[in-house]
């Protein structure tokens, strides 16, 4: 695997492979890599030539300064993991390579940014979109490749392609669950042995929901999950929603095309995200 910092050179790298007609497949992360991680790299793998996996806890999506700080870091690992993996190509900048210092970012997606966790974490994707533009425009990928956890993320970088009009596919990957529910998220370390197993009701929820989703209403729906969460030993719900896939919009109607169920809660002091996709 080729390891990068500067953009310049992995740029410069990525052009002399573009001449040769190989296509670019890119899976943007954060590091402290799981399974899930790694799953995005296969599906790159079996549709693209090159797979290029950047590593950058990109502070400007963090509104909380401690949750920055304590993002884990295992770069070490996350570099064998990728080895292993045979990915081609890891872009590792750092701060100061992806930003200048006093920028600004304009981009505003309205109400997709606006809601959910955009709700409880404020100017969070524009701090996505921002980086996300930015390392597009080094690794210039044909596909790009998203974990569907973050179903708004991949919805306003879906928005922001199309604004840009930018030449990238964007495709969305299935989340990846441990054995018993727990969506993988690099945050899961953080959790204790109690809290590991008090996290399982969102999953639960979601499973909960998609059971009872031919027989009731959405009202129904959302107030039995609620009801089960506020119940839920150690778990602090921030939003439990079903929303239309395509707008996240609040869904009005089970007749709607698609629908999925979204929802954030804090377990002990570990905020984790899931999703379900209902219809
Ligand atoms: O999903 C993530 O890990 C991050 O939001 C991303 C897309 C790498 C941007 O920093």
Known sequence: MRIFTSKTELSFFLSELKNQNKTIGFVPTMGALHQGHLSLIEIAQAQVDIVVCSIFVNPTQFNDPKDLEKYPRPIETDIKKLEETRCDV??????EEMYSAGESWDLDLGYLEKVLEGKFRPGHYKGVTQIVKKLFDVVKPDVSFFGQKDFQQVKVIEAMVQTFQLPVTVVTCP?????????MSSRNVHLSVVERAQAL????TLHQTVAAFPESSIADLKQQAENFLNNSDGVKLEYFEICNAETLRPAESKEEK?????????????RLIDNIILK
């Open 201 to 204: 009701a969102l999953s639960k």
């Open 90 to 95: 890891l872009f590792i900048p750092s701060v």
């Open 258 to 270: 698609s629908l999925i169920a979204l929802l954030a809660a804090t377990v002990g002091n570990t």
């Open 175 to 183: 989340i990846l669950r441990e054995p018993d529910g727990l969506a």
